[in-house]
């Protein structure tokens, strides 16, 4: 063997070891994984038309990631536990307001990201004015929500999707799928630009990788931290529009699904907790890996509290997987 040989295979070992530290290979390489057990446990599972079904259901999940990830994203232990009450609560005003009718379907969009903003703002004003941790504001808030929602519908089924949201979320659109699936897509999108092509993404990486480096530099902190918990309102509200008509109907307490598992996509997607690195991609990536595992896991019988342990499992594991703060940023 050459002196070169054991050079070139220290490198390839290298080279997989950093494709391995990948959180979007990882993920890709769960997601597919996942589909071949689910096959062998339930054949059909990895069927297109399943497969399509999974998609719609993690776009709804990623949509509320999204939001997620740019509210981690700016650090100082940044999360937002309100977007479940968020989007429950989207879900019966867009479900009244439209009332099973097309003409309502504007003014339930306007109004509930008109709301989802108005309660980020109070958890950005709690976060940055009143200095609440993130952690206990956010939680705070999602109590006021659901105590909202007892006294506004006592738990009782209201208001009606409109058809054509529900055809929108649920029936082909372009090249054969769903418009959800587009608009996800479309968030995706906006997404990459927002953080990579402008000033404002920049600002929300500063920020998230030193508060204080960023302050220094003029970047407005305080107005960045609140404009991000005002956009996680935002999507968390078009994810509850989005789930009125994957469901038809609204329920109360419809969103607390979304409130670990949002955060476990972008953890899974290589934003850590401690902010400043990271992107929507990754979190895309775990928003379908999440909800394949889900899938799964009923289909083997496990309830939602298992489902719940599983879920909070997965994100302690991706936590000592990844690390945090600094081991994360290296």
């Not at 070992?13 to 597919?32: F, G, K, W």
């Not at 989207?90 to 003409?103: L, P, W």
């Not at 009125?244 to 996509?265: C, D, K, R, T």
């Not at 972008?266 to 401690?274: E, I, R, W, Y």
């Amino acid at each position: 063997m050459s002196a070169a040989e054991p050079g070139i295979g220290r490198t390839a070992a290298l080279s997989a070891e950093r494709l391995v530290r990948q959180p979007i290979i990882v993920a890709l390489a769960l997601i597919t994984a996942l589909l071949v057990a689910g096959e062998l446990l339930s054949p059909g599972f990895a069927s297109g038309e399943q497969i399509l079904r999974l998609l719609i259901v993690a776009a709804l999940l990623g949509i509320v990631a999204a939001g997620q990830n740019l509210v981690i994203l700016g650090g100082r232990e940044g999360i937002d536990l309100s977007v479940g009450g968020v989007v429950s609560l989207s879900a019966i005003v867009a479900g009244n307001i439209m009332n099973g009718t097309d003409a309502g379907i504007v003014p339930a969009i306007l109004a509930c990201v008109a709301i989802g903003g108005l309660f980020g703002l109070i958890n950005g004003v709690g976060v940055t004015l009143l200095r609440i941790p993130p952690l206990v504001m956010t939680l705070g808030m999602l109590g006021v929500l659901q105590g909202l929602l007892v006294v506004v519908r006592q738990g009782i089924p209201s208001g009606n999707a409109a058809p054509a949201l529900s055809g929108f979320v649920t029936q082909p659109f372009l090249l054969g799928l769903p418009g959800i699936i587009w608009l996800w897509i479309a968030i995706g999108a906006f997404m990459a630009f927002l953080l990579r092509r402008t000033v404002f993404g920049h600002r929300i990486y500063a920020i998230g990788s030193n508060e204080h480096a960023a302050a220094m530099a003029g970047v407005p902190v305080r107005l960045m931290r609140v404009s991000l918990f005002i956009l996680s309102g935002m999507f968390a509200a078009i994810a509850g529009i989005c789930l009125l008509g994957y469901s038809g109907q609204s329920f109360a307490n419809v969103g607390e699904q979304y409130m670990l598992p949002s955060i476990i996509a972008v953890v899974f997607g290589g934003t850590p907790l401690s902010g400043g690195k990271g992107g929507y991609t990754g979190t895309m990536a775990g928003a379908v890996l999440l909800v394949i595992l889900q899938s799964i896991l009923t289909t083997i019988n496990i309830d939602e509290a298992g489902r719940q342990i599983v879920f909070g499992a997965t994100l302690l594991v991706l936590m000592l997987f990844y690390g945090r703060g600094r081991a994360m940023r290296g």
